[in-house]
């Protein structure tokens, strides 16, 4: 049996039996149950997966879980804090920024990390920071606005 | 309401998944109601219904399956007053959910908050052949229409008779009956206390026209949206049950190939692992998808393949193979050919290429499976609840009753979700494992082993006379099918056939099904011609044209785009192009940019759509703006590339889709008809984005490109 590793998940600590090349997706998923993380190609390429890993987004198919042992990990179910939404969850709800929603997640956590790292994005950066997140049902434009949106709420003074 | 059926040619197409078995309406009353509680439920004959549209398709070219045979829609009225909609539909990000809801609150006057939907469910919504051919939209929402008028004048006589008053003066709205003379009131829910009352819809109870609309027509957010943003809603693949496994399959080298050995000795040894060989199906279920995949992975095989076709002789073998599967029974011929060549002033004839697509939604093919003492449920992502049943069923040799298939809200389908293959296999695993087995597709296997856009070969001969009138006509559609293959202007002259070829990869539907294929040769067609004749684009069209929906919407989508423009920097293009479809219209003006490398990027697109009397006007801009920038994707750049049996880019690395870098501005004009019934919008936006691409890549660089895709390594310079 492989060695028991440690995962700070949300905030939460949890001891995980599983080989460490495990991608940490299914360990996630399958083992923690925080399924709003969605599996889309396991190949790194469409970003459905995204969490935040050490605060920058990280496509979860393709980081063993090993390596992201004893670092903190966010997921979409981490954002929300006491019945109030993440800036970027509530531009994407008012903009409905979804059609089938499938890649909502991996959006929402790739955009929470570019905020993270340039609070006032222009288009062009919005674009370059989502161009690894595929939307199939082509919602593009308005998961443009919701984070031109979200970057504005996050900058208001919080009441 | 205009009438518009002699323009309905409902999905006259191969490609349609369209097995037809034999239906039954098997939920008796007394379970209705012992599943939802008392109340008040109606019912509507679907074929009723039907007779009573004015949209009622011809029945020699609708699919009979797409008629139930008994009940197809039912509501319920619970005695808290929530109102239920049950539609065998299902929601794959259409927005359905919302969009038939406001149905329902509007027609029984009832807050939209109190109304919900219910999906999707064999055992609790009515039968549906599926949810595809844009028939969401035209065939639910005045069936729902009906139920909710019915339901309201029950309840108006329920409260005529509590107060023994006529039911005349009273009045329905906000969720209560009330009596203006007595000041009277009961709530819905009130009325419906202690009652099991149902009703088969009686005569044609006349509906709530569009322009009396209150909460149709509105923009209401999409239903659950808050569970979207916090990853709450759970697709299939998300789904758990105790003890349940993870379950694998073995996929054949390439298609078509046959196990001639079998050896699964070194697998067999692991524990908590069961495997399966059926025929040619192997597959393994396990505690982990990893061990899964190993037991999997321990197993000799040898097969058995067969040589098969690549993309390089594709079109050729198509060409050559026109009519080996079935020669066109209802082919178009009109006027004299010869005359229409006789004195032509300009002739062009041409050749147009489709390749072959896939889907790619982005939550693959996935299915839960869960047997209960002979009985099978199965939570699964499709667009065909009712038929996996059936396929269910047959397979494994219980009655229909004893499966049930249930679709939650789906991470979308495009046409790719009608067959039942994960249902079959986490079912033939979770019997064998003796557990719940859940089997999610990886990408590779839904790039592989779903079904694809079929591939096309089209010929167009034409002519126009001096004044840039079309004289002739004839247009040969080689396999990729029938939609939208009629021409929408006016030719006296003309002969339109379809040729089908036996299939080379597994075909099936896809968004707007052939109608993308031949209006990328037909539109591209009309712009060459324009061309010859040395008149605008727009104008060629609207001087050949007839119909005035068509014309409308080039003429809303010139006017967004400002046609015609002057090109102000080198490689800049503009093109246009129309359609209509399954009801509804579409016209697509596009500028593009061509570097010095060639490489192709759209700029900016306006397209105006009109749809008849529009339900959401958000949830139909979704639609709009979503077939825009799907429709980009083959127009430019996808194409499944396969060799002897394999497909040879099945990952997103090598199959190209639209990504943010690639989205142009996009401008959708929304056309609102309120004297036209609702037709659905899910597929025709997306028809003439290609050709008006390839248009505008003419329009920069003057080269006529005629296949799809145009440029998938840039234009050749």
Known sequence: MANPLQLEVNGKRYTVNYPGDTPLLYVLRDELG???????????????????????????????????????????????????????????????????????SGMIMSSVGLLKTNRNPSAADIVQGLQGNMCRCGTHPRIMEAVLNAAKLSREPQP | MSKRSEQFVPEPERFEFSENPIHKFELARRDFFHLLGAGIAIFTSATHTFAGQETAPQSKSFHPEELPNDISAWLHISEDGTVTGFTGKAEIGQNIRTSLAQTIADELRVPFESVRMVTADTTLTPFDAGTFGSRSTPSMTPEFRRVASAARDLLVAEAAKKWNVAATGLV???????????????????????????????ADDPTTPPTQWTVAGKEIPKVGARAFVTGAHQYTPDLRLPGMLHG????????????????????????????????DFIGA???????????????????????????????????????????????????????????????????YTVEYIAHAPLEPRAALAQWKDGKLAVWTGTQRPFANRDELAATFHVPESNVRVIVPD????????????????????????????????TREEEFTWAYFRPAGVIEVKSAIDSDGKLTAWEFDN?????????????????????????????????????????????????????????IDPLAFRVKNLSDPRMRAVLEAAAKSFDWPRKKTTDGQGFGLAAGNEKGSYVATCVEVAVDGKGEVKVVRVAEAFECGA?????????????????????????AIQFENGR??????????????RDIPEIEAVLLDRKDVAPAGAGETPIMAIAPAIGNAIFDATGKRLSMLPLAPKGVET
């Open chain 2, 647 to 660: 497909i040879q880019n099945p990952h997103f690395a090598s199959y190209r889709v639209p990504r943010f």
């Open chain 2, 285 to 351: 279920a396990a505690p982990t998808v990893h061990e899964a995949q190993k037991a999997l992975d321990a197993v000799k095989v040898q097969w058995k393949e067969v040589p098969q076709i690549s993309n390089r002789e594709l079109f050729s073998y198509l060409k050559q193979n026109g009519g080996a599967a079935g020669s066109d029974k209802h082919p178009i011929k009109r006027g004299s050919l010869q005359e229409g060549y006789a004195g032509a002033a300009h002739r062009l004839d041409a050749t």
């Open chain 2, 410 to 441: 789906m991470g979308s389908a495009y046409g790719g979700k009608h067959t039942s293959d994960a249902a079959l296999e986490a079912a033939r695993l979770a019997r064998a494992a003796g557990r719940p087995v859940k089997v999610v597709w």
């Open chain 2, 248 to 279: 694998k399959v073995l996929r054949p080298p390439s298609f078509g190939a046959t196990i001639v050995s079998y050896d699964d000795s070194a697998a067999k040894t692991k524990p908590g692992v069961t495997l399966v060989h059926d025929g």
């Open chain 2, 172 to 202: 329905a709205a906000d969720g209560k009956v009330s009596d203006p003379a007595s000041h009277n009131s009961a709530s819905y829910g009130e009325l419906a206390q202690g009652k099991t009352l149902s009703q088969v819809l009686p």
């Open chain 2, 614 to 638: 529009i339900v959401n006007p958000d949830g139909l801009r979704h639609q709009v703006v979503g077939a825009i920038i799907q429709g980009l994707g083959g127009a430019l750049f996808e």
């Open chain 2, 478 to 534: 080689y396999h990729s099918g029938k939609s939208g293959i009629e021409t929408p202007y006016v030719v006296a002259n003309q002969r339109v056939e379809y040729h089908a070829v036996p299939l080379v990869l597994r075909s099936g539907s896809y968004r707007g099904l052939a109608a993308t294929a031949n209006h990328f040769a037909r539109e591209t067609h009309m712009d060459a011609l324009a061309r010859a004749a040395e």
């Open chain 1, 34 to 104: 925080l399924t709003g993380t969605k599996y889309g190609c396991g190949e790194g390429q469409c970003g459905a997966c995204t969490v935040l890993l050490g605060g920058a987004p990280r496509r979860s198919c393709q980081i063993p879980v090993s390596a992201a042992a004893g670092r903190p990990i966010t997921t979409i179910e981490g954002l929300e804090q006491n019945g109030k939404l993440h800036p970027v969850q509530q531009a994407f709800l008012d903009a409905g920024a979804f059609q089938c929603a499938y890649c909502t």
